[in-house]
Every structure is written in C-alpha cells, then in structure tokens.
C-alpha cells in the first residue's frame, strides 16, 4: 500500500471526506492506471452518498482488476444498497469462490440472502460464517438477525444489544431488515426486530413507534382488518361489491332482517376499520411496550 492510500485509509475511517478527495486527486495525477485509485474512489464517492459514482469506480477497477478482493466486496455492498440482489449475490459467490475460507464473504451472502427473504439459506451461511470466522463482526450481525427471524430470539437478545454497543453497523443492518420484513407483510416477524432494536436503543423513538405500530397491526383485535391492510383498495372494492349484493339479495327477497344485518355489519365493519389503529397505538403506549 502507497504512502497516499494509506492517507486514504485514515481519511475515511476519520470520516474527512473533503480532505480525502484532494489526496486521491494526488494519487491519480502519480498512477493514473493504479486499480487501488479507483477502489479508494469508490470508497469516498459511497462515504458521501454518492452511490452512482462509487459504483461506476468500482465498475472500473473490476475492469481493470477482476479478482480484486476488496473491490468486489465494497461491489457486493454498493448492489445490496442499490436493491440489485442478484447483481450483489453474483459478486458474493465470486468471492466465495475465490477466498473458501473468508467467513466474512459468506456473511455478506447472508445479508444478500437475508435481505431477499431467503431465511434458511441466510442462516446457513451465518453458521458458516461464524465457524470460519468467529471474531468477524458482519458474521455476528448475521448470525444474530437470523436467529431472531428463526425464533431463537433469548439468545440473541443479549446479542444484539451487545452488538449495536461495538458497531453502529449493526444496527442499521437490524433496521434493513425491519424494513424488508414489513415490505413482505411479515408484521410478527418484524415486531420481534423491532423489540430487539428497542432493546439495544431504549431511548429511539423511531424504535419505538415502530414496535407501537407493529404491535397494534399484529393484535389479534386487528385481525378483522387483515385483508384491507393486505390487499389495499382491491379488499375495499370487494367489500363495497359484497355488501351491495347481499343488499341487492334483501331487496330483491323482501327480506328486512337480512338487510338489517348486512347494513349494520358494514356500518360496523366501517367505523372498526377507521378507529382500530389509531385505539390500540394508543392502549399498546398506555400499557407499555
């Protein structure tokens, strides 16, 4: 390593991303075709949130490096980011290949994994990870949300905390994954993440609307709203379609009690739907968490 990359190196982990781009400026102008410019170009562009020009850095330095290791891994991260799992698993599996006894490497397939629902694989990879690499700290993280997914939740409780403590990482992994969970519908799921977040950050509040939320749309008092919450308008429509047959039915048979029921039903139905959420945030933040 150069005298200006290892400058690069500090500069990142001291987060000075102004200074950094002057030295890498430095470091262009000496070697222009030096591949190690371009990973630490990456680096700066993902540390300022540019992510389109980290990933067009790394672009290149995977063209002028194929097998460089460090670049496809900071190319596995910039794809989960993006949301190209597959792109991301592509280059994971090229790092498993190359490097079989890395457990870091199988850590991030996990998250790739982990991150597109594929649960059980996400924990077989986490296993691994920890058996080849026990003191790595992503192999932990993994480890840790996968057993909370899996309902191996007492052992990782401690864990988590443990965790957020050492490296804020993890923490943001544990919110990624809240998030996927949530997109798919798993609430209860979800809700266990949460807790652990609540856990290891009492005092977030961003962690605690989150288990507030999640709690009330997985109380078995919001069951009956279930298909509104799942389907959306479509359930509503359905709904609206349901109760004007049986109307129509009533109507067409004479029958008053039945449509007495049906209307009621409905009126019923429709104040729940309204008023459900917003009484059971508000009893689930009396109770407490």
């Known amino acids: 390593m150069s005298e200006l990359h290892r400058q690069l190196e500090h500069l990142l982990e001291t987060r000075r991303v102004d200074v950094a781009r002057r030295v890498l400026e430095r470091a262009f102008a000496e070697n222009p075709s030096d591949p190690e410019n371009h990973y630490y170009a990456a680096r700066v562009a993902d540390r300022a949130g540019d992510r389109a020009e980290a990933t067009r850095q790394i672009g290149q330095l995977l ?70 690499s026990p003191e790595d700290e992503l192999a932990h993280v993994v480890d840790v949300l996968t057993s909370i997914v899996m309902g191996e939740r007492d052992r990782a409780r401690h864990d ?43 005092d977030d509040p961003d962690a605690i609307r989150a288990v507030i939320e999640l709690g009330a749309r997985t109380h078995p008092l919001a069951w009956p709203a279930w298909p509104l919450r799942r389907f959306g308008h ?56």
Not at 90 to 97: K, V
Not at 173 to 194: G, I, P, Q, S
Not at 261 to 285: D, E, N
């Open 160 to 202: 988590l905390a443990e965790l957020v403590r050492r490296n804020p990482d993890a923490l943001s992994v544990a919110w990624t994954l809240l998030t996927v969970l949530e997109a798919d519908h798993r609430d209860r799921d979800a809700l266990e993440v949460a807790k652990e977040i609540v856990r290891a950050t009492p």
């Open 63 to 132: 063209t002028l490096a194929p097998n460089h290791v460090r670049g496809l891994s900071l190319a596995v991260e910039l794809a989960r980011k993006g949301k190209e799992h597959a792109l991301a698993e592509q280059h994971a599996l090229e790092l498993i290949r190359g490097n079989p006894e890395q457990g870091h490497y199988y850590a991030q397939y996990a998250l790739v994994m982990l991150e597109t629902l594929h649960v059980e694989k996400a924990r077989a990879l986490a296993l691994e990870a920890r058996r080849l």
């Open 234 to 289: 479509f359930a509503s429509i359905g709904l609206w379609i349901a109760a004007a047959v049986a109307l129509s039915i009533a109507a067409h048979t004479k029958n008053l009690s039945l449509a007495v029921w049906v209307g009621g039903l409905w009126i019923v139905y429709a104040i729940y739907s309204w008023t459900y959420l917003p009484l059971l945030r508000r009893w689930i933040r009396a109770r407490g968490l």
